[in-house]
């Protein structure tokens, strides 16, 4: 019997990865997107024919209730969210309710339709934020450092309070960094990579950015998928950190993607305060020993092999590669 999923954020970078692994799984794919003036199909454009697509929002609970009647999902991946930090201090609001009640709204669609229906919500390393030990494990505590890690916060914590009030099967997967050629262009990896390829096609000299000594750890999207379909095949619904267990700088991504083009960061890298975070989060680094015991999931990219693909990727674009 072919399985159905329904992913809300399809359009996204994690969305579209997700999309296609499905397929590949010979899944019936259904996305929840919202309506817009301007639809932004771009990352699914190669897949639209393949997957249908259900006009809903994180912010109304009866398009929710319509999408999972419709889509009558045995999967059910929550992986739309406000999900830029910067902009989340000057929509704090707007973040809360969308990244954060957002959940609640999906959690309920799900138990009120079939209760049965196994739900993944994306979490996010953003919620250790001040971290309280090094490195972030299942049971390390939350300090958030933004409005959206606390809307995260709340997120995870609703997933695991319907799970055990409503013995559903809902899990969250804590992603720590995850980039790719798919990234958004107001994420600092995506910036950075896309400036490098403005760079040697003399659009611009400079490239502004904000800490350069902040911490990651940053994996591959397409790696990170995975983990979360392996986390709704298990018997037991539970938690999961998924990370690289390494930690590189924004200096060092700089570095190793200047390199990739034959420049140096340093003659075009300017600190700019404006990109600098009310409260930073210097280091976040975690720790996937669980994932790897218990989902059997492991890192197939390295970090310089995923600077590398983002590099070669926006060379491609602006016809350098």
Not at 221 to 240: C, I, N, P, R, S
């Amino acid at each position: 019997m072919t399985k159905r999923a329904l992913i809300t954020g399809i359009t996204g970078q994690d969305g579209s990865y997700l999309a296609e692994l499905l397929l590949e799984k010979g899944y019936k794919v259904f996305g929840a997107v919202r309506r817009l003036s301007t639809p932004n199909y771009g990352r699914i454009e190669h897949i639209r024919d393949r997957i249908t697509l259900i006009d809903a929002d994180l912010h109304d609970s009866m398009s929710l209730l319509h999408a999972v009647e419709k889509a009558e999902p045995d999967e059910f991946y929550n992986l739309a969210a406000q999900s830029f930090v910067a902009t989340s201090w000057q929509q704090a609001v707007l973040t809360g309710d969308y990244t954060g009640i957002g959940v609640t709204r999906a959690l309920d669609a799900v138990r009120a339709v079939n209760s049965r229906i196994k739900f993944y919500q994306a979490s996010s390393s953003e919620m250790y934020g001040k971290v309280q030990e090094t490195p972030q494990k299942e049971t390390t505590p939350f300090y958030p450092r933004s409005p959206y890690g606390v809307a995260k916060v709340y997120g995870h914590w609703i997933t695991v309070n319907y799970r055990e009030s409503f013995d559903m099967f809902a899990v969250s997967g804590i992603l720590f960094n995850h980039e790719s050629p798919r990234r958004g262009l107001e994420f600092v990896t995506r910036k950075i990579t896309d400036g490098i390829a403005q760079i040697k096609a003399g659009k611009i000299k400079k490239l502004p950015l904000g800490n350069l000594d902040a911490q990651r750890d940053w994996g591959y999207a397409k790696d990170y998928v995975e983990a979360m379909w392996l986390m709704l095949q298990q018997t037991v619904a539970d938690d999961f950190v998924i990370a690289t267990g390494e930690t590189h700088s924004v200096r060092e991504f700089c570095d190793i993607a200047f390199s990739r083009a034959g420049l140096n960061y340093k003659d075009h890298v300017v600190i700019d305060e404006r990109f600098m975070r009310p409260a930073e989060v210097e280091l976040l680094l975690g720790d996937p020993t669980k994932a790897k015991k218990v989902l059997g999931w492991k890192v197939k990219t390295s970090f310089k092999e995923l600077v590398h693909l983002m590099v070669d990727s926006d060379l491609k674009v602006y016809g350098l590669k």
